[in-house]
T-cell receptor, first 114, second 111 residues
Framework: DAGVIQSPRHEVTEMGQEVTLRCKPISGHNSLFWYRQTMMRGLELLIYFNNNVPIDDSGMPEDRFSAKMPNASFSTLKIQPSEPRDSAVYFC????????????FGDGTRLSIL | GESVGLHLPTLSVQEGDNSIINCAYSNSASDYFIWYKQESGKGPQFIIDIRSNMDKRQGQRVTVLLNKTVKHLSLQIAATQPGDSAVYFCAENSDTDKLIFGTGTRLQVFP
């Protein structure tokens, strides 16, 4: 079975550039989550969607970050403009229903902003 | 200035021994708990979950114990193998949608 698919796996770009991370959740899952993982702060929830609708974006660091879910099989996380402190591993996860089902993670996008 | 990262507690065990990884959770109202395993370069991988109406659940070589009185969760791995080396995270359901993750424990298995 296909798991959560993220692309790209690695991204290196210069500060000020726009970065777009992509995620395809597991088919049939109706909740999608974007996380960021760093050595300093561990795993942080940025935003999550339920049935393609953003439910809680309180973890989004600032207005430079935005996320969309145009349909049940695709989501994007965009950073514009990017800064060196945005360097991290970004994970997407999906689950069925709500918080009483396990979230399944992709293998992440390692982002480096120079 | 010097940067300080999260200090991950480390558990070192010999191959073949049993491992016990502990986690203290924060919210007494949490009713769903999950253990994840994260290997280098990969995303967290679901291992086992437990709901608050249970105090023990077993999987293949793994057992999760839940003590709601002291808000404690543990993961027991039987006959630990080199492939079990990873960072292990506990997570609790803090409301109907979000999981709150612990900082993680690094498990090192030596021959």
């Amino acid at each position: 079975d296909a798991g959560v698919i993220q692309s790209p796996r690695h991204e290196v770009t210069e500060m000020g550039q726009e970065v777009t991370l992509r995620c395809k959740p597991i088919s049939g899952h109706n909740s999608l989550f974007w996380y960021r993982q760093t050595m300093m702060r561990g795993l942080e929830l940025l935003i999550y969607f339920n049935n393609n609708v953003p439910i809680d974006d309180s973890g989004m660091p600032e207005d430079r970050f935005s996320a969309k879910m145009p349909n049940a099989s695709f989501s994007t996380l965009k950073i514009q403009p990017s800064e060196p402190r945005d360097s991290a591993v970004y994970f997407c996860a999906s689950s069925q229903n709500r918080g009483d089902q396990p979230q399944h993670f992709g293998d992440g996008t390692r982002l480096s902003i120079l | 200035g010097e940067s300080v990262g999260l200090h991950l507690p480390t558990l070192s065990v010999q191959e073949g021994d049993n491992s016990i990884i502990n986690c203290a959770y924060s919210n007494s109202a949490s009713d769903y708990f999950i253990w994840y395993k994260q290997e280098s370069g990969k995303g967290p991988q679901f291992i086992i979950d437990i709901r608050s109406n249970m105090d023990k659940r077993q999987g293949q070589r793994v057992t999760v114990l839940l003590n709601k009185t002291v808000k404690h969760l543990s993961l027991q791995i039987a006959a630990t193998q080199p492939g079990d080396s990873a960072v292990y995270f506990c997570a609790e359901n803090s409301d109907t949608d979000k999981l709150i993750f612990g900082t993680g424990t690094r498990l090192q298995v030596f021959p």
